[in-house]
């Protein structure tokens, strides 16, 4: 079946640094990708997407590619900020038979920037 | 515009109790979810609504979790009796359908948190 997986967190960065959170996944079909962001108290927000092989999805200074032939959608950015810390997920909606628009998400990976 | 309401944001029940929970989608979207996203998980669907119809429930317990969209816009989740491993936070989404299913954007609520003693 369809999955997505993360890497583990947290991530603990310093302001300015950059930033990667791995995303692989697994899918028939030809998935939509996408990186939702859940700050602290708050719901699920898109941060940036991406619907076909080789788009770039960017947001926000956050970026990411889909790259069909590693089945990855790596997010990165340049230099992150304190009010960047929250939790990241990446998801697949499956475009396949069902296309029922679904998400299925990964495990979220905690990021922590410290000034 | 104003976005994916939900309510109440907490809730806290003992084991064997009943709870509802409640959302109002984005005004003119016809696809409707509801999703558990269990404490360091990644949220999981329960169930899909097109309108007022069921679309996927394949995931829900359906022997204690019930769901309906009456008239195509607000939708109630049930659970009854709830279990010590319902405590989650039930996340409701909207969906405008204009276009292809996979590629349109999911909104979200603030989520429900729900705490089962």
């Known amino acids: 079946g369809n999955s997505v997986t993360q890497m583990e967190g947290p991530v603990t960065l310093s302001e300015e640094a950059f930033l990667t959170i791995n995303c692989t996944y697994t899918?028939?079909?030809?998935?939509?990708l996408f990186w939702y962001v859940q700050y602290p108290g708050e719901g699920l927000q898109l941060l940036l997407k991406a619907t076909k092989a080789d788009d770039k999805g960017s947001n926000k200074g956050f970026e990411a590619t889909y790259r069909k032939e590693t089945t990855s959608f790596h997010l990165e950015k340049g230099s992150v900020q304190v009010s960047d810390s929250a939790v990241y997920f990446c998801?697949?909606?499956?475009?396949?038979?069902?296309?029922?628009?679904?998400?299925?998400f990964g495990q979220g990976t905690t990021l922590q920037v410290k000034p | 515009e104003a976005g994916v309401a939900q309510s109440p944001r907490y809730k806290i029940i003992e084991k064997r109790q009943s709870v509802a929970f409640w959302c109002n989608p984005i005004?003119?979207?016809?696809?409707l979810y509801w999703y558990q996203q269990i404490l360091g998980q990644g949220p999981k669907l329960l169930i899909q609504f097109q309108n007022n119809g069921v679309v996927d429930d394949s995931q829900l317990p359906k022997d204690r979790f019930s769901a309906e969209r009456l008239k195509g816009v607000d939708s109630t989740l049930k659970i009854q009796p709830a279990k010590l491993e319902d405590s989650a936070v039930y996340l409701c989404?909207?969906?405008?359908?204009?276009?292809?299913?996979?590629?349109?954007?999911?909104?979200f609520g603030p989520g429900t948190r729900l705490t089962v003693l």
């Open positions: 899918a028939t079909g030809y998935p939509s």
């Open positions: 989404a909207s969906r405008n359908s204009s276009g292809s299913f996979g590629t349109d954007t999911q909104y």
């Open positions: 005004s003119g979207h016809a696809t």
């Open positions: 998801a697949l909606s499956d475009r396949g038979s069902s296309n029922t628009g679904k998400l299925i």
